[in-house]
């Protein structure tokens, strides 16, 4: 196993060769953080007005940017405050407790790893972090999480119940938006639910190295917290914009079965993570997956003579295949799924 970033970067003051990106991929100039990131408030569905309201905001957010922020969500501000120093504390542990992670679990359904699962074989290394397990049922779940440190189980429970709970909300508001039957995402199409960390240590040389590649999050929906330090941007008309770190809200970011199922009435955001040389930063996404025996199609609510079919219907496992084939190729991922 490679070693993680998060266990060696301290002693590092210049960035390695190996964790340099060709020119055309990199950060590039610092970008403004933007002012225009749509913002939902969550407080205002309470009524009926406000609830229509409310929904039609998340629809033109998804319709325009592929993601949205939610404040005023009703999950505690303690318990988020508290899963961002539990799993900082994780990052934080010698290598040798970390390392612990990968031994306990011979299944690999909880996952430690540094930069991406192709480490071997990829020509450059992100400077990130990633501890991804799932967590639902949870109490199937979770006996194959981390034991350290000793909250960890208690308090990422506890994050993971209320998040779930959010997401789910969020969808039954969509559903009502897009006119499908309520309980349209319930069951098979976020059967799988997984907690993805990612940790992105301090980086010697932000202008080299790159967090994440630009990507789509193949899933239904994410939902990022990702706290009060930025490096999440969307690419959005042509050029890439600054996620605004927002300490209390989350991130809420359309994946590409979400975009299916609404016929393109909703599009997935593109996006990538750059990285700083001040401070670690955390995040905390949350995946909403179907069931890897899912067939995804658009929703037949959605189908009318005047409205054919964008895409034709697969598997969700196929389309995680064709997904790893083309990473970071977006438009041809969707593309091999398209009718005609
Ligand atoms: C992801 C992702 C963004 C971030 O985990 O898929 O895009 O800011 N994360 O960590
Ligand atoms: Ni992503």
């Known amino acids: 196993m490679a070693m993680l970033v998060s266990s060696w970067s301290k002693d590092v003051y210049s960035l390695p060769e190996t964790y340099v990106f060709p020119p055309d991929q990199r950060a590039g100039d610092l970008i403004p953080l933007a002012c225009n990131n749509p913002i939902i408030d969550l407080n205002k569905a309470v009524d009926n007005h406000g609830r229509s309201e409310t929904i039609q905001q998340i629809l033109k957010a998804g319709r325009e940017f592929g993601f949205f922020q939610v404040i005023n969500h009703g999950t505690s501000q303690t318990l988020m405050n508290e899963a961002m120093e539990v799993l900082k504390e994780f990052f934080d542990m010698p290598a040798e407790v970390k390392e612990r992670v990968f031994k306990v679990d011979s299944s690999k359904k909880c996952r430690l790893y540094t930069?991406?699962?192709?480490?071997?074989t990829e020509e450059v290394h992100f400077w990130r972090d990633n501890l991804t397990h799932p967590c639902h049922p949870l109490e199937d779940c979770?006996?194959?999480?981390?034991?350290?440190?000793?909250?960890?189980?208690?308090?990422?429970?506890?994050?993971?119940?209320?998040v779930s709970k959010l997401v789910l909300r969020i969808l039954d508001l969509i559903c009502e938006g897009l006119g499908l039957e309520n309980g349209y995402f319930a069951d098979e199409l976020s059967q799988v639910?997984?907690?993805?960390?990612?940790?992105?240590?301090?980086?010697?040389?932000?202008?080299?190295a790159m967090g994440m590649h630009r990507?789509?999050?193949?899933n239904v929906v994410t939902i990022l917290k990702q706290g009060d330090i930025d490096g999440l941007q969307v690419f959005k008309d042509g050029q890439w914009i600054s996620v605004e770190p927002l300490p209390n809200a989350f991130v809420v970011i359309i994946g590409c079965q979400l975009q299916i199922i609404s016929n393109d009435k909703?599009?997935?955001?593109?996006?990538?993570?750059?990285?700083?040389?001040e401070v670690d930063?955390?995040?905390?996404g949350y995946f909403i997956i179907p069931s890897y025996e899912c067939f995804v199609e658009p929703a037949k609510n959605l189908i009318d003579d005047c409205n054919p079919p964008i895409y034709k219907a697969s598997q969700y496992k196929e389309f995680l295949?064709?997904?790893?084939?083309?990473?970071?190729e977006y438009e041809a991922v969707m593309e091999c799924y398209k009718l005609q």
């Open 142 to 162: 979770l006996q194959l999480w981390p034991e350290n440190p000793p909250r960890y189980r208690e308090v990422l429970g506890k994050y993971s119940v209320e």
């Open 281 to 284: 930063r955390t995040t905390i």
């Open 266 to 277: 909703l599009k997935s955001a593109e996006h990538r993570v750059v990285t700083n040389s």
């Open 115 to 120: 930069s991406t699962l192709n480490y071997d």
């Open 193 to 208: 639910q997984l907690l993805s960390v990612n940790q992105y240590p301090r980086c010697p040389d932000p202008s080299l």
């Open 321 to 328: 295949g064709t997904y790893a084939e083309k990473i970071g």
């Open 215 to 218: 990507h789509c999050d193949p």
